[in-house]
């Protein structure tokens, strides 16, 4: 990474006219403050609470959705993929792809995505010590690809709840890869009912402080109206509050640069 990143956008596609809604609105505040923007958005959802959840439009219309908000707006693209297959598959529509935390050691889905040469976005299992998350890298780094990021959100701390801890960052960014603060599902509060909680107001005050550690980067989830949001209801950042959010982040960014 050579300038700070936001990773920005909904949790998942849940329709194109959405997508164009955040990214219209994201992307030219991003160039605005000087950062680079990568645009983020699920595919599809494999990991729900419950079995009844919503996981996705479609597939194929899904990526082909994303692939078209890669070309209109210029912008790097993000999304999950949670088997080999898939990494294979959403290579050819995205820039990034990313290893959901909880298969954060699977070796194939690893190996996978690093044979695409995409970036490879690893989220830290809420169940692993940060520096375990250097041999995840390995995994990547073995097919020749050295264009791993990794990204903190957060650890399982008793039952439903997460905790940041923001030592992490640092050991973390101390295996040579660019380190990525997920201020949205730090907030998480997993399970306990038919989906997620969360504890929004605190977004703010992690991402400030994981800035001021010293980070490579911020990752947000963002939607128009999270209370409507087919899934992360309960933690992404409303689509009106990420132009001050992301005024305080440069702020804070133009005093403690890059670790």
Not at 18 to 25: A, G, K, N, Q
Not at 111 to 124: C, D, F, H, Y
Not at 192 to 218: T, Y
């Amino acid at each position: 990474m050579k300038k700070f990143t936001i990773i920005a956008g909904p949790c998942v596609v849940e329709s194109n006219e959405m997508l164009h809604e955040v990214c219209s609105h994201v992307a030219p505040i991003c160039a605005e403050l000087g950062f680079d923007y990568v645009f983020k958005s699920s595919y599809r959802k494999a990991n729900r609470t419950s079995g009844s959840s919503f996981v996705g439009i479609g597939d194929e219309l899904a990526l082909g959705y994303l692939a078209g908000i890669r070309t209109e707006f210029g912008v790097p693209v993000l999304t999950d993929v949670h088997t080999a297959e898939e990494a294979i598959a959403a290579a050819a529509y995205v820039d990034v792809l990313q290893i959901p935390a909880f298969l954060c050691r699977q070796t194939d889905i690893l190996q996978a995505a690093g044979s695409t040469g995409k970036i490879v976005n690893i989220k830290k299992g809420q169940f692993l010590a940060p520096g375990d998350m250097k041999k995840a890298a390995e995994k990547v780094r073995a097919t020749g690809n050295p264009n791993i990021w990794l990204t903190e959100r957060g650890t399982t701390f008793g039952y439903h709840d997460l905790v940041v801890d923001y030592r992490g960052l640092v050991i973390m960014r101390e295996s040579g890869y660019p380190v990525i603060y997920d201020a949205t599902h730090s907030v998480q509060q997993p399970g306990g009912g038919e989906q997620s909680g969360g504890q929004p107001r605190f977004i703010r005050a992690l991402a400030r402080a994981a800035v001021a550690v010293g980070i490579d980067g911020l990752f947000i989830e963002t939607h128009p109206n999270p209370k409507a949001a087919k899934s992360d209801a309960a933690t992404q950042l409303p689509l009106s509050e990420i132009g001050n959010f992301l005024e305080e982040i440069a702020r804070l960014h133009a005093v403690i640069p890059l670790y």
